[in-house]
T-cell receptor
Framework: AQSVSQHNHHVILSEAASLELGCNYSYGGTVNLFWYVQYPGQHLQLLLK??????LVKGIKGFEAEFIKSKFSFNLRKPSVQWSDTAEYFC???????????FGTGTQLKVEL | KAGVTQTPRYLIKTRGQQVTLSCSPISGHRSVSWYQQTPGQGLQFLFEYFSETQRNKGNFPGRFSGRQFSNSRSEMNVSTLELGDSALYLCASRFTGGDTGELFFGEGSRLTVL
């Protein structure tokens, strides 16, 4: 069965700092990859997704992620975080069709002013 | 366009009781799935329904069940509640035509079992 690892459970950054959140998955076949964000008190929202093509994908709010197949990684980046980026971030993998996503355990990001 | 709607948003039950949670997907979305979110286990897939048929099931005991109606609305049921069933239950829907794979999540139903 596939699994997803997010190595950083809690991250604290100052505004304007750069962000990189790690995500590794274990599955040898074709995967679709996602980053979701959950702002305090809100529902999960899609930040970005990768299905195929250019391994560098851009999402909303200035986020981007790079798929490195040889490393089974899909790390999330943002050059300059804002206080409003404070949220929990989830990496997820989809294999095959359907709605089954395997999520990582999440990374709680706190951005301080 | 209205999002995924889940009811009730909050509920408290006692051990041994049963609970039914409801989910209305985004209009036009025919695929619905359910996830359990807990601090310890994170987000775990429960099951998925499409056209009233269960397409996929996660690793949960038979106490957890679900169904989907002809209008794509879905319900999930948990019988003989245990303390460990306390969680946020999330419903997600997906448009399956020209599939992009993106799931749209509701705000969840927070279940507390006492």
């Amino acid at each position: 069965a596939q699994s997803v690892s997010q190595h950083n459970h809690h991250v604290i950054l100052s505004e304007a700092a750069s962000l990189e959140l790690g995500c590794n998955y274990s599955y040898g076949g074709t995967v679709n990859l996602f980053w979701y964000v959950q702002y305090p008190g809100q529902h999960l929202q899609l930040l970005l997704k990768y299905f195929s093509g250019d391994p560098l994908v851009k999402g909303i709010k200035g986020f981007e992620a790079e798929f490195i197949k040889s490393k089974f990684s899909f790390n999330l980046r943002k050059p300059s975080v804002q206080w409003s980026d404070t949220a929990e971030y989830f990496c997820a993998v989809q294999t095959g069709g359907g709605n089954k996503l395997t999520f990582g355990t999440g990374t709680q990001l706190k951005v301080e002013l | 366009k209205a999002g995924v709607t889940q009811t009730p948003r909050y509920l408290i039950k006692t051990r041994g009781q049963q609970v039914t949670l409801s989910c209305s997907p985004i209009s036009g979305h025919r695929s619905v799935s359910w996830y359990q979110q807990t601090p310890g286990q994170g987000l775990q897939f429960l099951f998925e329904y499409f056209s009233e048929t269960q397409r996929n099931k996660g690793n949960f005991p038979g106490r957890f069940s679900g169904r989907q109606f002809s209008n794509s609305r879905s319900e999930m049921n948990v019988s003989t509640l245990e303390l460990g069933d306390s969680a946020l239950y999330l419903c997600a829907s997906r448009f399956t035509g020209g599939d992009t794979g993106e799931l749209f999540f509701g705000e969840g139903s927070r279940l507390t079992v006492l």
